[in-house]
């Protein structure tokens, strides 16, 4: 069986910062990759940020230079660091993972439970 524990969601103010983590645990053998979605009312899940194994990173147009996703292989985690957060960035974030159960090739998708985020005055 495999967990995802996401944290860090909550209510801020435009211009506000807030910093999402999700660990992942159990029946893993290896991750490919880890991110970041999100999903506002009415709107289609679309992604925000991922990272690889390697480091290598993809953002959305509307977050660079405001988002920063991070990871940590030792700990299976992975952080989104929000910053100069717009009234826009509000939904439910739902972290993502690509993972080998076994030394076979095969891939699974897992999916957080999404933690809100919601910024206004």
């Known amino acids: 069986q495999v967990q995802l524990v996401e944290s860090g969601g909550g209510l801020v103010q435009p211009g506000g910062s807030l910093r999402l983590s999700c660990a992942a645990s159990?029946?893993?053998?290896?991750?490919?990759?880890m991110g970041w979605y999100r999903q506002a009312p009415g709107k289609q899940r679309e992604l925000v940020a991922r990272?690889?194994?390697?480091?290598?990173?993809n953002y959305a147009d509307s977050v660079k230079g405001r988002f920063t996703i991070t990871r940590d292989n030792a700990k299976n985690t992975v952080t989104l660091q929000m910053n100069s957060l717009k009234p826009e960035d509000t939904a439910v974030y739902y972290c993502?993972?690509?993972?080998?159960?076994?030394?076979?090739?095969?891939?699974?998708?897992?999916w957080g439970q999404g933690t809100q985020v919601t910024v206004s005055s």
């Open positions: 990272i690889t194994s390697d480091s290598s990173t």
């Open positions: 159990g029946s893993i053998f290896s991750i490919n990759a």
């Open positions: 993502n993972v690509h993972a080998r159960r076994d030394a076979t090739w095969r891939l699974y998708g897992y």
